[in-house]
């Protein structure tokens, strides 16, 4: 009887998350649809400048003219794979240098000023140095990508690392563990969930870095078609562009939280 009450009671909240996640789907896309209806009002009656902020009939239509006659795809090729390269080199060195900074406490303490610095410092400043080292190549714009996401995914894991109950590594030690084993048995599996959510900070992160990199250097991508369209006053090319990067960046954010539930469920 028991049993079956307790089914019963996991049932209705099962039921319950689903018309939760269903009523915040249809107020997600009831707030797209009138943000999108508002905007294409305002700029027919002039209630916005056209010429500035186009309209979304105009961004469809230019958007599938781009894609159709095959000019829009390579940019947004270049952008992806700079961005997708750029969000891992930042997220595994972020990683491996909280490791490392929790290996040695000693090292740690040396380091801990300049990760406050660099994390206060705006990395875009740094973007005409690294051109200048790097070149004007995608090797200065996948690092302008990995260098802003690299500092903070180093900071969150290592605060990570440092909140893990001690009582595990003082249980591990007690038979004889070495601290490589203890980071290895406890630590680097009790942090993983917060490692694994600092990708989804890193996508954004990510598009920012690379979209820079490419405002300063590129021939090519999204955020070089941005800086053409304001060259040429073609403002409906620049709103089309940060359309095409807000989907991208929105379907990027998408696949990294399903990645995100995968490893949960089945790692942890």
């Known amino acids: 009887m028991e049993s079956k009450t307790d089914q019963h009671l996991f049932e209705n909240f099962k039921s319950e998350l689903k018309r939760e996640k269903k009523v915040v789907f249809i107020w997600q896309i009831s707030i797209l649809i009138s943000f999108i209806a508002l905007w294409e009002i305002a700029s027919k009656l ?6 500035l902020f186009s309209s979304p009939s105009k961004i469809v239509n230019l958007i599938i003219t781009k894609f159709g006659d095959g000019s829009m795809i390579t940019h947004v090729q270049v952008t992806l794979f700079e961005t997708v390269l750029g969000f891992l080199i930042g997220t595994i060195l972020g990683i491996i240098i909280a ?3 929790w290996s040695s406490t000693r090292f740690s303490k040396i380091m801990d000023p300049y990760l406050v610095i660099m994390n206060a410092m705006p990395k875009v400043a740094l973007g005409p140095i690294i051109i200048v ?3 004007t190549g995608y090797l200065s714009i996948i690092t302008m990508g990995a260098i802003i996401s690299v500092i903070i995914t180093t900071l969150v894991v290592y605060s990570a690392f440092n909140e893990v109950d001690p009582n595990y590594e003082k249980v ?20 993983f969930p917060a490692m694994i959510s600092t990708l989804k900070v890193n996508v954004g992160l990510s598009w920012v870095g690379i979209i820079v990199g490419e405002f300063l250097v590129s021939k090519q991508g999204l955020g070089y078609l941005i800086i053409y369209g304001f060259q040429v006053f073609d403002f409906t090319l620049v709103m089309a562009s940060l359309v095409l990067i807000a989907i991208f960046a929105a379907i990027m954010y998408k696949i990294v939280e399903r990645i995100e539930g995968w490893l949960i469920k089945h790692t942890i």
Do not use: H, M, N
């Open 46 to 51: 002039y209630w916005i400048d056209p010429l």
């Open 133 to 135: 080292a790097l070149g």
């Open 99 to 101: 490791s490392t900074l």
């Open 172 to 191: 591990l030690k007690s038979f004889g563990a070495t601290r490589w084993q203890c980071f290895k048995e406890a630590v680097f599996p009790a942090t």
